[in-house]
């Protein structure tokens, strides 16, 4: 029989990540859980045993915020095994109407509160020569589309963080999963949840449609919640697989037509590439 395991779970207020939280407690695993509000998170779970859950109300960009958590979790529970980087939100807009502060915004929560999360858990994982990290990114992590430029960004930032990251620790003994959803029918679409830009142009109409798509979208993606929460605790309680875990048809499609382009790029590209090179001795 499995040991009961640790985790560390941020964004679990909504989509995957409660799922994922649903999930652990029904395993019998501990969960410290970090949402903007815990109230939130709990009435989501309803009537699911919380006996084993630590509700943190975290702002993940205030380092010293989430090294308490860590602290209090490890108090809480004794350890910590795994951790799960989930926090984040969409943005939809052109980069020409993407405001400093909506980029700094997206960052802060994408990039630096990730940062701060490893920098509060490694120092457990690394002192105890195991554990999984698991980094929520997108198949927009991978190739990037029309009006999805921060969100992208974000996301493509998170991707060269994790696979130095997967390089650095895997001595000890700590293994790094990246997760590359496609689109899940969860509420990442609503528009409670998706963020847009204050102003906008009449210079981009495409982007105009593209969002009133991907609104009428929401309840109808292919990708279900509880089967993707599924499928990111199977892979970690494993133990192995591949370094990114994507998730979808969708993103298996978009992730192929990527690599395709850059095969493409790297073919015409075989004989000129050399040429800056200083010759031979």
Do not use: C
């Not at 009006?147 to 390089?167: D, R, V």
């Amino acid at each position: 029989m499995a040991i009961p395991a640790i985790w560390f779970v941020t964004g679990t207020s909504r989509g995957l990540g409660l799922e994922l939280v649903k999930q652990l407690l029904a395993r019998g695993d501990s969960v410290a859980a970090t949402t903007r509000s815990a109230e939130r998170l709990l009435a989501a779970l309803g009537d699911v045993d919380t006996a084993r859950l630590l509700p943190l109300t975290v702002d993940l960009r205030d380092e010293a915020a989430v090294k308490q958590a860590v602290r209090e979790t490890t108090e809480r529970f004794g350890g910590l095994d795994r951790v799960v980087n989930n926090a984040g939100y969409g943005f939809l807009a052109a980069v020409e109407e993407t405001s400093d502060r909506d980029i700094r915004d997206m960052l802060d929560v994408q990039v630096v509160g990730v940062w701060n999360v490893l920098r509060a858990t490694l120092p457990v994982l690394r002192e105890q020569r195991g554990g999984h990290i698991v980094n929520v990114s997108s198949i927009l992590g991978l190739t990037a589309v029309p009006g999805w430029a921060l969100y992208s960004a974000g996301k493509f930032a998170l991707e060269g963080l994790s696979e130095a990251l997967a390089a650095e620790v895997a001595d000890f003994g700590v293994k790094v999963t990246i997760v590359e959803p496609g689109y899940f029918r969860t509420d990442f679409l609503t528009e409670d949840s998706l963020a847009l830009p204050a102003d906008t142009t009449e210079h981009y109409p495409a982007i105009r449609e593209m969002v009133a798509d991907h609104l009428k979208l929401q309840g109808s993606q292919l990708g279900d919640p509880v089967k993707g929460a599924e499928a990111i605790i199977g892979q970690v309680v494993a133990g192995d697989g591949p370094l990114r875990q994507l998730l979808g048809s969708d993103a298996h499609a978009y992730a192929t037509a990527k690599v395709k382009a850059l095969q493409d790029d790297l073919d015409a590209t075989a004989l000129s590439a050399p040429a800056t090179d200083f010759p031979a001795a």
